[in-house]
């Protein structure tokens, strides 16, 4: 399944966040955006419990991390 995964980080904290991202082997893109978030990840995942594995254990406790937004893709061209 698709995720798209909005971040917020701490000041100062974008760049080593965008490493430690494309280090996850889930994540399949990361950009630095404008608006309410700071970096959007698009994430491959197998299953629920994968995401809630990639989300909870691996980006939420990732340093500088702030608040984390998850929208599952429903459907893609």
């Known amino acids: 399944m698709k995720v ?3 971040i ?3 000041r100062g904290k974008v760049g ?3 490493h430690e991202l494309r280090r996850m082997k889930e994540i399949r893109a990361v950009s630095v955006v404008t608006g309410h978030c700071d970096i959007l990840a698009i994430a491959e995942v197998n299953s ?3 995401l809630s594995r990639l ?3 691996e980006v939420q406790s990732l340093q500088g991390i702030l608040r984390t937004e998850t929208l599952v893709c429903l459907s893609t061209d």
């Open 4 to 6: 798209f995964v909005e």
């Open 8 to 10: 917020s980080v701490a």
């Open 16 to 18: 080593k966040t965008l």
């Open 48 to 50: 629920i419990e994968d």
């Open 55 to 57: 989300i909870t254990d």
